[in-house]
């Protein structure tokens, strides 16, 4: 059905040239002579989108728009005046309006601007119900990593035992200890963070625990720690594996029997807080070079749930790329962008050692950068850093669980010329790195298609086990139904 736009002005002519202009162009129109009758037809039934004037007689535009604001947020209004300043227009956008145009209205620039209010609003709703897909923890992903994430969470959530979340930096870790505060029975107390590797060795006991006025040099007033503030909530505490030592056998005595004393106090306060932690690093060797406690390890250790970095899960790529294109296309106020499946072959071969906060930076940059409204192959290799191994232009795109297509190719000749892979050649302007990559690349196609497609038989000539076959495809960006031809 076409988008029904609701015009308002006060000016029967200007209304009826408009209708007129829009409906030519392929859109529904409804009519209001006065604010007030704007906003009643709002209320009565649905429009997709408002231009309106902003001098009107009894109640101007930007008066009705503050009220279109309130009664329906995601309502997209275009804002028209014959005596626009930069101070209405400014004023205009801080109200939510979406654009601002000038009369007389120059039907191209009415379209166009119409066009991309209806188009961002689409976008906003399309993400909204991706979110909603996506399920009730607010991350992205329906891979089996991620499932069994969900499934951990789910359980842990509603109990009182503590959780230890292992990761890679940038693997999400902060997200899971949110859906475990927001599935809890604490969802209605605060949730309080510190990250143990961001402050100094010296201020970390005053951080957690608080100070008293005049405990040392530049303490002036009385502070509350972080444990005090997430009293009948959860405090995650992020890169524990950082902690001090000395200060490790102090968070245990809190662990242990739920209270504290301020940093320079005498008075004991009772705490009740769920402690959720994460770190990075290998807890179990540190505790064997005698840099963590044996004893908080098992303290914080009651359940455990490991983010995997993104390139164990590849298989959630398209679905983060996605989201987060939206995301910032809308945040940073461009039409959304569509990403071709070679860009997107591009990028579901990177490795991304940031993992997901990398991928999110990135998308991001190419949603500022990129001209659109396609994003191509070209855009994405400007996108990712340089001196990164990168894949073929893709033969085809293929579903991941399509049949392999049948090769048409006869079996490799002996002699001199079947000695390598058909067709490479050494290359100055490539590293080492990347030339040997161009040559497994065209060796693991060659064989291929010497087996019809038949991957089981392509991993055995190679003598390589099926699943590091299927793992080395991945990695130079090969997909089903690409051998050579």
Known sequence: MPAAVLIVDDEKNILLTLSQSLQLAGYRTELASSGQVALDVVSARPVDAVLMDVKMPDMDGLTVLARLTELKPELPVIMMSGHGTIDT??????????????????????????????????????????????????????????QRIFSLIQRAAPSEGRVLITGENGTGKELIARALHQHSRRKGG?????????????????????????????????????????????????????????????????????????????????????????????????????RFREDLYYRINVVQIHSPPLRERSEDLPDLINTFLSEACA???????????????VMSAY???????????????LAILCEGPVVSRTDALELLPRGRPLPPM????????APLSPA?????????????????????????????????????????????????EAARILDLERGHFYKKMKALGLRRGQSDS
């Open 89 to 146: 227009a400014v004023k205009a956008t801080q109200l939510g309006a979406r654009d601002f145009l000038e009369k007389p209205l120059a039907r191209d620039k009415l379209l166009v601007a119409l066009r991309n209010v209806l188009t961002h609003q689409a976008a906003m709703e399309e993400l909204q119900e991706l979110r909603a897909q996506l399920g009730r923890f607010d991350m992205v992903g329906g891979g089996p990593a991620m």
């Open 190 to 290: 605060p949730f309080v963070k510190l990250n143990c590797a961001a402050v100094p060795h010296d201020l970390i006991e005053s951080e957690l625990f608080g100070h008293e006025k005049g405990a040392f040099t530049g303490a002036v007033s009385v502070r509350r720690g972080k444990f005090e503030l997430a009293h009948e909530g959860t405090l995650f505490l992020d890169e524990i594996g950082d902690m001090p030592a000395a200060m490790q056998s102090k968070l245990l005595r809190v662990l242990q029997e739920g209270e504290l004393e301020r940093v320079g106090g005498a008075e004991t306060l009772k705490v009740d807080v769920r402690v959720l932690a994460a770190t990075n690093k290998n807890l179990e060797k540190e505790i064997a070079a005698g």
């Open 408 to 456: 048409t190719v006869a079996p490799p000749a002996s002699g001199p010329a079947a000695s390598g892979p058909v067709g490479w050649r050494p290359r100055v302007d490539q590293t080492f790195r990347e030339q040997v990559e161009d040559a497994e690349r065209e060796i693991i196609q060659h064989v291929l298609a010497h087996t019809h497609d038949n991957v089981t």
């Open 394 to 401: 893709p033969a085809a795109t293929v579903g991941g669980d």
């Open 351 to 365: 490795d991304y050692p940031g993992n997901v906060r990398e991928l999110r930076n990135l998308v991001e940059r």
């Open 331 to 345: 945040k940073n106020g461009r039409r959304p962008l569509m990403l071709s499946p070679d860009a997107l072959a």
